[in-house]
């Protein structure tokens, strides 16, 4: 698969098999993860992959719109260390997570963290030490059907003005 395929073809997937995941899969995620740009090569993120049903269950009763996470396989948690550029970068590697998930045929969603009332809940529970911001929740999973794409503009392109 091209990698524009892999980009065009991704989408939110929210339901799961219960098939698990290949430890050196989801390794190979969080590798991807780390090779994310970020501002001033600082790299301040860390990744917490979860796969242990009850703390899905717990990470999925907190949040406000992330229910089905207690349905996939696992989860990757992104945090990064309070930069200037925190949420830049973090979103890259989540980003890298969403993309690499789907080379490897794995469904996956991403579940807002930074902004959310939960944050600091979802930060106690996963033992996260101070002076890290939440960014994002990725469950993973696979799945029978890939979702069909919702309409998403094309007129989004402007050169040299608006």
């Not at 790299?43 to 917490?48: C, G, K, L, N, R």
């Not at 029978?144 to 998403?152: C, I, Q, T």
């Amino acid at each position: 698969m091209k990698q524009t395929d892999i980009i065009k073809q991704r989408r939110c997937v929210r339901a799961y098999s219960k098939k698990t995941i290949p430890i050196d899969i989801l390794k190979d995620i969080v590798d991807c993860a780390r090779l994310a740009p970020s501002a001033n090569n600082v790299q301040p993120w860390e990744f917490i992959v979860v796969a242990e049903k009850d703390t899905l269950k717990k990470i999925a009763d907190i949040t406000d719109y992330g229910k089905f996470i207690k349905d996939a396989a696992a989860c990757i948690i992104v945090i990064c260390k309070d930069t200037k550029y925190y949420l830049e970068d973090g979103c890259a590697a989540a980003e890298n997570i969403l993309l690499a998930a789907r080379m490897h045929n794995i469904g996956s969603c991403w579940v807002a963290g930074d902004k959310k009332s939960y944050a600091k809940e979802i930060l106690g529970l996963l033992e996260v030490p101070e002076g890290f911001k939440l960014i994002s929740i990725i469950p993973l999973g696979y799945t029978s059907k890939f979702p069909e794409p919702h309409d998403k503009r094309t007129d989004v392109a402007h050169f040299e003005k608006f």
